[in-house]
């Protein structure tokens, strides 16, 4: 089996989680997406990075299932737990499971006490993808259109310490995501902001990317 057991016990409600995990011998990439989505050959990480508590309703990525302060524990008790109906979480998911999953995330990031937007805003962009490969492009853009806004809002608006945040790749998502809905000068806006940027310089793979997208903008007029 390339998916595993974990057991985690759940921040909001102390219920007993059993969440699974890909192994990472199984996780084999084949290609990617210019707004950073990974193909993979076989089982699908993607499809696996959301936590959920079956007893309480409580969502998160996993990189985040376990950073909730006291204050946003009570808020999810009082706006998730208090309407959520106990239900089996499936353990091997469908692209279908994981849409659900990761809008269950989505009110959670959204109901704590204080909203982390980079938090939001990365959850709308994996539903982006999840529509993709359940090749519905008007839900992908859909849920493009409202990852852009809410990264525009959070680099905007939020102050997010380097360590936890890397403005780069922020920057170039904005600017990718602007491009695939459709505004062009947007796009080159961001582009330019990253090249021009000091955070460009500590991650040259971004700032590839960005200048092979300004070049393509460049050929097609």
Request: net charge neutral; hydrophobic share 40%.
């Amino acid at each position: 089996m390339d998916i595993y057991e974990k057991t985690l016990e759940c921040p909001v409600c102390g219920s007993i989680i059993k969440a699974p995990f890909v192994k990472s011998s199984a996780i084999y990439v084949e290609s990617r997406d210019t707004d950073l989505c990974v193909y993979y050959k076989g089982v699908n990480p993607l499809l696996y990075d959301v936590i959920v508590c079956g007893e309480c309703g409580y969502a998160a990525l996993s990189k985040n299932f376990g950073k909730l302060t006291k204050w946003d524990v009570e808020s999810l008790k009082e706006k998730v737990a208090s309407k959520w109906v106990k239900r089996e979480i499936p353990f091997e998911r469908t692209v279908d499971d994981a849409i659900l999953l990761y809008k269950l995330a989505l009110i959670t990031a959204t109901s704590k006490k204080k909203i982390n937007k980079y938090e939001v805003a990365g959850i709308l962009l994996r539903i982006s993808w999840l529509y993709r490969l359940s090749h519905d492009k008007e839900k992908e853009l859909e849920f493009q259109r409202l990852a852009l806004q809410t990264y525009k809002d959070a680099f905007e608006h939020e102050e997010g310490s380097a360590d936890e945040i890397d403005l780069a790749t922020v920057m170039y998502l904005i600017g990718e995501l602007s491009r695939r809905v459709g505004d062009l000068d947007e796009a080159r806006k961001w582009f330019s902001k990253l090249i021009s940027s000091k955070e460009a310089k500590n991650n040259p793979h971004i700032l590839e990317l960005a200048r092979d997208q300004i070049q393509l903008m460049k050929d097609m007029g």
